[in-house]
Each structure stands twice: as structure tokens, then as C-alpha cells.
């Protein structure tokens, strides 16, 4: 996964769906972005990819 594949998420949609979310799923989905944020700038260092 390079850094260009994480876009951020836009639109209606994900307001309603991050304003109905459950502090879990808030939780998992931080977790998960910083996940593919270090993986991203691990591969672009490595030169992986």
C-alpha cells in the first residue's frame, strides 16, 4: 500500500456514520488508519511495493 492509496473519506455519508459510531468503532477505526499510515511510509522508505 502506498501513501497515495489512503484518501481521506469525504462526503454526507461518513459524517452521519461517524456521528452514529460507537467510541469501539471510532476506537478501531484510529487504530487502523495510524496502522496503514505507518505501513505506508514503512514501504516508501523500504522502497516496497
Do not use: H, N, Y
Amino acid at each position: 500500500m502506498a501513501a497515495k492509496d489512503i484518501l481521506p473519506a469525504e462526503g454526507e455519508w461518513f459524517d452521519e456514520t461517524l456521528a452514529a459510531a460507537s467510541p469501539d468503532v471510532l476506537r478501531e477505526m484510529v487504530v487502523r488508519m495510524a496502522q496503514m499510515m505507518m505501513d505506508a511510509e514503512v514501504e516508501q522508505r523500504c522502497g516496497a511495493g
